[in-house]
């Protein structure tokens, strides 16, 4: 579907004014302070997992061995394996910009990426002029759940949503139209895609399978007078369906590979200790204090219609979606479904909201208890989701699409129009949470001499006084504060190091003490338990790095 020039244009400036909304901190301190918290742990921990990938671009590694928790193998599964992202990161490092800069530009570009995809599908699939599907992508670009969060880098793959189902669309229409060749090279590019995006960010990959069930079992349902007539192209279908199903199964050997043997290493989890994560009916609608329009007036409507609700001081608390939003799109679906003789893009339009509607569903608790229980027990893949909430993140963009939709065909007076459409973009801006220091991370975690010839292998002491960091919880500290270092010098140096912080630690692996009582690795008991690792693996030509000094001494 081509545009004109300004058109084009008119793109380009939407898109850009979406990207300043975002990052007008950033531009105005010239990157110098980034998405995250204060800690930056997180940050040090995706940016050192990506600057594995660069190593392994470069051809100086093993792309299943992200270098910690030395000898364990296969540590690129311990959590998301951020692959895709790690492709899109190269090329900023191979331009000599710093790991923390490059991973932020990651996250910009991921913007970009989304923003296209939501314009382009909906223009494609569900025939929105321009002006509506530029709304759309605005909306899905701005999202709330995901700006808030935007320095979790691996949830910001959300944006490959709308591509995987552009493929998927397209890859359904071949098949109907009996294009054997589009069929096969759209189902293996979905394939391929799906594969990879599985070793990039399971919790988006797995939470876009189990939607995209919810959506194929309704248009089952939607289209079942059709089925019959297409049993000839279902006979003749067979070669082509196979040759799909084959690329499929090749394309997730890659991710059952890595993570299957990890996951009978180190254990699932268990539904108790993930239940909190669903979502009261409140908690839907849960923008989060940082946001700036919407978040006032809901915490006034909540004062007045649940005046026991507390806000949760729980980090993901703020995973909800505008009220107006939800609200306009289950008055499409409502509205929608009576139509006679529906075209097939109002019938993908109300499959596609009742998917994602049922969606949502599936994660509501009420008196405590909440149908994701069975999903978590019944489901391959689900105990492997510890928050579950995330889920929102993608169940936005059917969301904004229907809740658009409508608006396009209600045909409102300018003056309903403009306010409304000012308060669907303005109900997604949000004060970010903006405090890492980038010269100071690079200075404590990038800047590093070079190891001794004969260090194989490293681990790190502590920083001074590292257990009173940041004014956070001193377990907290003691758990991440020099293992996240230890992770990304281990990156820059190109040794591996026996430390490690990750979303599954080994079974065994006791260098890292229990959430509450982590012991400090400024202890006596930390060396000894150093010493007893190093011993117990037979650990050779290793060194210990003194993070306050950069230091380098040779142990054995």
């Given at each position: ?9 008119k793109v ?14 950033q ?5 110098s302070?980034?998405?995250?918290d ?10 050192s ?5 660069f ?14 928790f ?9 959590t998301?394996?951020?692959f ?8 900023f ?13 990651v ?9 296209f ?9 569900f ?5 509506y599907?530029?709304?759309?992508s ?7 759940a ?7 880098i ?19 229409k071949?098949f109907?139209e009996?294009n054997w ?8 590019l979905?394939?391929?895609?799906f ?7 399971f919790?988006?990959a797995?939470?876009?399978a ?13 289209f079942?007078?059709n089925?019959?007539n297409?049993?000839?192209?279902f ?5 082509p ?8 199964l ?10 299957y043997?990890?996951?009978l290493?180190?254990g ?26 919407y ?13 026991n609700?507390q ?5 993901y608390y ?9 609200l ?21 339009l109300v499959?596609?909201t ?9 994660i509501?608790?009420i ?15 689900a105990?492997?989701?510890?928050v ?9 963009l059917?969301?904004?699409i ?5 608006i ?8 309903v129009?403009?306010p ?5 973009i303005?109900s997604e ?11 100071v ?9 070079k190891?001794?010839?004969?260090c194989e292998?490293f681990?790190?002491?502590?920083w001074?006084?590292?257990e009173?960091f940041?004014?956070?919880?001193e377990?907290i ?9 230890a992770m990304?010098?281990?990156?820059i ?8 912080m990750?979303?599954?630690i080994?079974?065994d ?5 229990p ?9 006596q008991?930390?060396?000894d ?9 037979n650990?050779q030509n ?5 993070l306050?000094?950069k230091?380098w001494t040779?142990?054995n």
């Amino acid at each position: 579907m081509s545009i004109s020039i300004n058109q084009k244009l008119k793109v380009f400036i939407v898109l850009l004014i979406s990207l300043i909304v975002i990052y007008r901190f950033q531009f105005f301190n010239n990157f110098s302070i980034l998405q995250g918290d204060l800690t930056a742990y997180d940050n040090t921990i995706q940016s050192s997992i990506l600057e594995h990938w660069f190593n392994f671009f470069k051809g100086n590694t093993n792309w299943l061995d992200a270098g910690y928790f030395y000898p364990y193998s296969r540590t690129i599964a311990q959590t998301d394996g951020y692959f895709l992202i790690g492709i899109i990161y190269t090329p900023f490092r191979f331009l000599g910009i710093e790991p923390y800069l490059a991973t932020e530009l990651v996250g910009l570009t991921l913007k970009i990426i989304g923003f296209f995809g939501a314009l382009i599908l909906s223009r494609r699939v569900f025939k929105l002029s321009l002006n509506y599907s530029l709304l759309v992508s605005t909306l899905f670009t701005l999202s709330n759940a995901m700006t808030s969060h935007g320095y979790r880098i691996q949830l910001a793959t959300v944006a490959f949503v709308p591509w995987l189902f552009l493929i998927h669309f397209e890859t359904i229409k071949s098949f109907f139209e009996k294009n054997w060749s589009r069929f096969i090279r759209h189902g293996t590019l979905g394939s391929i895609f799906f594969g990879a995006w599985c070793i990039t960010c399971f919790y988006m990959a797995w939470f876009y399978a189990f939607y995209s069930a919810i959506l194929a079992l309704i248009l089952l349902y939607a289209f079942r007078k059709n089925l019959k007539n297409y049993t000839v192209i279902f006979e003749s279908s067979l070669k082509p369906l196979l040759t799909v199903i084959f690329f499929t199964l090749v394309s997730l050997v890659p991710f059952i590979y890595a993570y299957y043997p990890k996951s009978l290493e180190t254990g699932t989890r268990v539904y108790e200790k993930i239940s909190f994560t669903t979502l009261t009916f409140e908690n839907f609608f849960q923008l989060g204090s940082n946001n700036m329009f919407y978040s006032p007036i809901y915490t006034k409507l909540l004062s007045v219609f649940s005046p026991n609700y507390q806000t949760s001081n729980w980090e993901y608390y703020n995973m909800g979606i505008n009220l107006v939003i939800f609200l306009l799109a289950l008055f499409a679906l409502i509205k929608f479904s009576s139509t006679k003789n529906k075209s097939f893009e109002l019938k993908l339009l109300v499959s596609s909201t009742a998917a994602a509607i049922i969606g949502m569903l599936t994660i509501l608790q009420i008196f405590g208890k909440s149908p994701w229980e069975y999903i978590f027990e019944l489901v391959p893949g689900a105990k492997a989701l510890s928050v579950t909430n995330t889920f929102m993140l993608l169940l936005s963009l059917p969301l904004y699409i229907s809740s658009v939709y409508l608006i396009s065909r209600l045909r409102l007076k300018i003056f309903v129009l403009i306010p409304l459409v000012a308060l669907l973009i303005a109900s997604e801006i949000n004060d970010p949470l903006l405090k890492v220091d980038r010269k100071v991370q690079f200075s404590m975690n990038v800047e590093v001499s070079k190891p001794p010839v004969e260090c194989e292998v490293f681990y790190a002491g502590g920083w001074q006084n590292q257990e009173s960091f940041y004014g956070v919880w001193e377990w907290i500290n003691n758990q991440y504060a020099h293992n996240v270092s230890a992770m990304m010098i281990a990156q820059i140096v190109n040794i591996p190091t026996i430390n490690g912080m990750a979303s599954f630690i080994p079974k065994d692996y006791d260098l890292v003490g229990p959430n509450g009582t982590a012991f400090s690795p400024n202890s006596q008991e930390y060396e000894d338990r150093v010493q007893k690792y190093i011993k117990k693996y037979n650990i050779q030509n290793i060194c210990k790095l003194e993070l306050n000094e950069k230091k380098w001494t040779f142990i054995n």
